[in-house]
């Protein structure tokens, strides 16, 4: 899935509260392919999950689980110490959260993408790779496991025999060693959408990103990253599919 054509553009969605945040949800929702949504710890609700995976069902948009930790406060962007049986619990409740209201709207979970600083900590440990995949195979083995291009995590989830989709971010920042910046630089985040939109065409194309300090990094390009709550996100999401497709 190298080419422009074949890329699966995806969104991180249910994160935002109340009908603003709905509305934006379902404002993204025809321009991206995959859905991930959050299950309830991080952010979200069991209701803004079922409006998701009904749309969902309706726009033929693939419903996603996207488990992270239960840190509100923090959005799920801090590591929480716990034990690997520990957090392949914390998994494996939020995913069956999402199987049950897949079910409940007549769709199939389609794929898992763990969020903010477990996914980064996925990224880099193999263990903690070893549990989310683990937890992933034990409930939903059909199902795709995303991951930073790369990481430890698309290593663990084949290991496992899981399919895997290794992913990119247009609008971050990457370090030399392959990982994103930490949020908490003040360049970790990228604001031009022209910028964004520029960047996501040269990684595909090219299967390469220039790390913040000037270091080309190699990687495969199978699914991009919109964030939802990314500035003007609609009309980011409607270009960039807009822009790959005519590539």
């Known amino acids: 899935m190298s080419s422009s054509e074949q890329i699966d553009l995806n969104c991180d969605l249910g994160e935002l509260e109340?009908?603003?945040?709905?509305k934006l949800d379902l404002a993204i929702?025809?321009?991206i392919h995959s859905a991930n949504v959050a299950c309830g710890a991080h952010a979200g609700s069991p209701e803004r999950m079922k409006h998701l995976a009904d749309a969902c069902r309706d726009l033929r948009v693939a419903f996603g689980a996207h488990p992270g930790y239960p840190d509100r406060a923090n959005f799920g962007r801090r590591v929480i110490p716990m034990t690997n049986s520990e957090i392949g619990e914390m998994i494996t409740q939020q995913l069956e959260l999402s199987l049950s209201v897949a079910k409940s709207a007549g769709v199939s979970l389609s794929h898992?993408?763990?969020?903010?600083?477990?996914?980064?900590l996925a990224a880099v440990d193999y263990e903690i790779?070893?549990?989310?995949?683990?937890?992933?195979?034990?409930?939903?083995p059909d199902v795709w496991l995303f991951g930073?291009?790369?990481?430890c995590l698309i290593d663990?989830?084949?290991?496992?025999?899981?399919?895997?989709?290794s992913e990119i971010f247009a609008d971050r920042n990457y370090q030399a060693d392959g990982t994103l910046v930490p949020r908490e630089h003040?360049?970790?985040?990228?604001?031009?959408p022209d910028l964004v939109i520029q960047r996501a065409v040269t990684m595909v194309q090219h299967q390469q990103v220039t790390s913040i300090d000037g270091v080309r990094i190699p990687l495969k390009a199978e699914t991009i990253c919109l964030h939802?709550?990314?500035?003007?996100?609609?009309?980011l999401a409607r270009s960039l599919r807009t822009e790959l497709r005519g590539q």
Not at 18 to 22: R, Y
Not at 228 to 235: F, P
């Open 228 to 235: 939802g709550d990314t500035l003007d996100a609609v009309n």
């Open 156 to 165: 663990a989830g084949r290991e496992l025999g899981l399919r895997t989709r």
């Open 29 to 31: 929702l025809p321009w």
């Open 186 to 192: 003040s360049e970790a985040v990228l604001h031009d």
């Open 129 to 140: 790779a070893l549990t989310v995949a683990e937890a992933v195979r034990a409930l939903a």
């Open 148 to 151: 930073l291009s790369g990481s």
């Open 112 to 120: 898992v993408k763990p969020h903010g600083a477990l996914y980064n």
């Open 18 to 22: 109340g009908d603003a945040g709905l």
